[in-house]
């Protein structure tokens, strides 16, 4: 990563804009989506996301946040795995929000897009599944919010899916994860583990 993606996770970024055009091809879809500087894997899809992309299984029908979307590449491929799925892109950085806005345009009345820190903006969301690929630069404490406000916006039943490398504590945040959720290891692959993480009932507590 470069010195000028380096703070993808500030509200503003100060590199100046310079907007790009990156192929993706993944999970049977390909498509050509809006880049720029200042946002995270600017010049392609980053290994970590496409481990997570090629893992993620949802309902047909779910209701899914793209939890630090970026330029939006989950939800743009997912949604056209999952014709039936609808989505909310949530990111700090307004100039990810923007590029995910046209990312996902296809998508339709599918996908919402806020600037949002987390789930900030919308408190009362619950939804049947987040994505997330952590921002590790952000600090783990941030992280671990992250992961504690996807528990509290998922339906029961509802499972959070994220990927975290080995060197940038995959464990540990598995063991913090496993103090709400049901974890489970589902990839692994070239230092990175991506979890299933399943809220379960408070009914069966």
Same mark, same amino acid.
């Given at each position: 990563?470069?010195?000028?993606?380096?703070?993808?996770?500030?509200?503003?970024?100060?590199?100046?804009?310079?907007?790009?055009?990156?192929?993706?091809?993944?999970?049977?879809?390909?498509? %050509?989506?809006?880049?720029?500087?200042?946002?995270?894997?600017?010049?392609?899809?980053?290994?970590?996301?496409?481990?997570?992309?090629?893992?993620?299984?949802?309902?047909?029908?779910?209701?899914?946040?793209?939890l630090?979307?970026?330029?939006?590449?989950?939800?743009?491929?997912?949604?056209?795995?999952?014709?039936?799925?609808?989505?909310?892109?949530?990111?700090?950085?307004? &100039?990810?929000?923007?590029?995910?806005?046209e990312?996902?345009?296809?998508?339709?009345? &599918?996908?919402?897009?806020?600037?949002?820190?987390?789930?900030?903006?919308?408190?009362? %969301?619950?939804?049947?599944?987040?994505?997330?690929?952590?921002?590790?630069?952000?600090?783990?404490? %941030?992280?671990?919010?992250?992961?504690?406000?996807s528990?509290?916006?998922?339906?029961?039943?509802?499972?959070?899916?994220?990927?975290?490398?080995?060197? !940038?504590?995959?464990?540990s945040?598995?063991? !913090?994860?496993?103090e &709400?959720?049901?974890?489970? &290891?589902?990839?692994?692959?070239?230092?990175? !583990?991506?979890y299933?993480?399943?809220?379960?009932?408070?009914?069966?507590?």
């Amino acid at each position: 990563m470069g010195k000028e993606d380096s703070h993808y996770y500030a509200p503003s970024p100060a590199v100046p804009s310079r907007p790009l055009s990156i192929e993706v091809r993944v999970r049977g879809v390909a498509l %050509t989506l809006h880049s720029d500087a200042g946002v995270f894997s600017k010049r392609g899809l980053d290994y970590g996301t496409r481990l997570l992309l090629e893992s993620v299984q949802l309902e047909p029908d779910a209701y899914a946040v793209d939890l630090g979307c970026g330029y939006g590449v989950m939800a743009a491929v997912l949604g056209r795995v999952y014709p039936a799925s609808r989505w909310l892109l949530l990111d700090v950085n307004e &100039r990810a929000v923007a590029l995910a806005r046209e990312n996902v345009r296809a998508l339709g009345p &599918r996908a919402q897009v806020l600037q949002s820190d987390g789930f900030s903006a919308v408190p009362d %969301t619950t939804a049947d599944a987040v994505v997330l690929n952590p921002p590790i630069r952000a600090g783990k404490a %941030t992280v671990y919010r992250l992961f504690d406000e996807s528990y509290e916006h998922l339906r029961d039943g509802g499972v959070l899916w994220v990927v975290i490398h080995k060197q !940038h504590g995959a464990e540990s945040a598995a063991k !913090h994860l496993r103090e &709400r959720f049901e974890v489970s &290891r589902v990839e692994r692959d070239a230092g990175y !583990h991506v979890y299933r993480c399943e809220k379960q009932s408070r009914l069966a507590h």
